[in-house]
């Protein structure tokens, strides 16, 4: 349920983080799942999905950038029809996403840090069932406002999550187009920022017309999101600090100046050497769309003079930061989960890193094979 839930959030990663995390943690706790392989399936999906799906903050925030190339901008009419063309060489993003299936459906093993918190949290489970919800996660500060939702048994209504869900995709992608004529192409009218808005205070006003929840219940609500975002938004606020930081030492020359001195950088390894080059910075430094602003053009560049598959080169680009984004500690989506999920983040990061390193390695021999073979 938690994976392909998160399918329906692919417009943006931290809204599937909050949305899935916060629907599911009730759930799983019932059934004797850990939070941990909660937060480590939603590192699965996150992420990885928004990269790979034509329609989201992501692509559209990295097709921009990449109509910054001259040669991409002549050739394309929207961000989204560039990024589209890398979609193919994301290969990090659909690892990620068959390595997930597989955890889920329990053809792929857990691994030791999940395997203990699967059995620490089923011996609890045990425990809740025997009518001590207490022991439920002990010395995990569990609420009692989780503890009521395992309890109560609340009755909802499908509705009131397709609506909003299907109201942000049409205000996002559909809606107010310029001017309805045979040129008209949906991707150049996409704005994400537009369909949020337009979707909160539909659903809202919504919610209070017919009933679903009183004034004050929404409210409430309202109060403790700004709480759960508090927190990530001071975390996000140095990750850009640390970007303008970079950017102001000369971050992006040194990486070009270090790409153009390896040796055996040519046509065949260069998508493989920046995969691993920027899959490192980013889970270093927690910046990934910074980091791939700043090296869009040094790569187009290199690509462009050592004769390299432009797409695949472009692809590797994107699929290092969605590695680094999804293995990193401290970056935004690590943040935004953990406390979706309530479980430590540096427990959530260290128990998914080993399926992280998998990815790293299986993305790294495709890179290099593709390299040669494109």
């Known amino acids: 349920m938690t994976y392909f839930l998160a399918f329906f959030f692919f417009i943006d990663d931290y809204l599937s983080a909050l949305s899935v ?7 799983t706790d019932k059934f004797g799942v850990s939070r941990e392989k909660l937060a480590m399936v939603l590192s699965f999906v996150c992420v990885p999905l928004t990269i790979i799906i034509p329609v989201s903050t992501w692509t559209i925030f990295y097709g921009t950038n990449l109509m910054d190339v001259e040669t991409v901008a002549a050739n394309n009419t929207s961000a989204i029809s560039a990024f589209m063309n890398t979609i193919p060489f994301n290969f990090s993003a659909i690892i990620s996403l068959i390595l997930g299936l597989l955890v889920i459906f329990k053809i792929f093993p857990d691994l030791a840090g999940i395997k203990l918190a699967e059995k620490l ?90 009933g679903v929840m ?41 990486v070009e100046a270090k790409l153009n001195g390896i040796s055996w950088l040519n046509n065949a390894t260069l998508p493989a050497v ?12 927690g910046s990934n769309w910074g980091i791939y602003a700043i090296l869009v053009p040094s790569t187009a560049l290199l690509s462009q003079s050592l004769g390299a598959h432009f797409w695949l080169t472009q692809g590797a680009l994107a699929s290092g930061t969605v590695w680094g984004a999804a293995a990193c500690f401290f970056s935004d989506n690590r943040v935004l989960t953990a406390q979706s999920c309530k479980v430590d983040m540096m427990q959530h990061g260290t128990s998914q890193f080993p399926y992280q390193l998998i990815i790293l390695a299986v993305s790294t021999v495709l890179y290099f094979i593709a390299g040669f073979v494109l």
């Not at 009692?144 to 397709?162: A, T």
Request: hydrophobic content about 45%; glycine content about 6%; some cysteine.
């Open 121 to 210: 949290a089923e011996s609890n489970n045990a425990k809740f069932h025997s009518d001590d919800k207490n022991t439920l996660y002990p010395n995990r500060n569990l609420d009692e406002e989780d503890i009521e939702e395992n309890l109560s048994g609340k009755k909802g209504n499908i509705l009131y999550f397709i609506i909003p869900i299907f109201l942000l995709i049409f205000f996002t992608v559909f809606a107010y187009p310029t001017e309805w004529n045979s040129d008209y192409v949906i991707t150049d009218n996409i704005d994400a920022l537009r369909g949020i808005a337009t979707t909160v205070v539909l659903t809202y006003l919504g919610y209070l017309i017919f």
């Open 21 to 27: 995390g916060n629907t599911m943690r009730p759930i």
């Open 214 to 254: 009183k004034f004050n219940d929404l409210s409430d609500n309202f109060v403790k999101g700004l709480e759960t975002i508090t927190f990530v938004l001071v975390v996000l606020g140095f990750t850009y600090l640390l970007k303008d930081v970079q950017g102001a030492l000369g971050f992006d020359s040194f």
């Open 274 to 285: 920046v995969f691993l080059v920027v899959s490192g910075i980013c889970w270093a430094t």
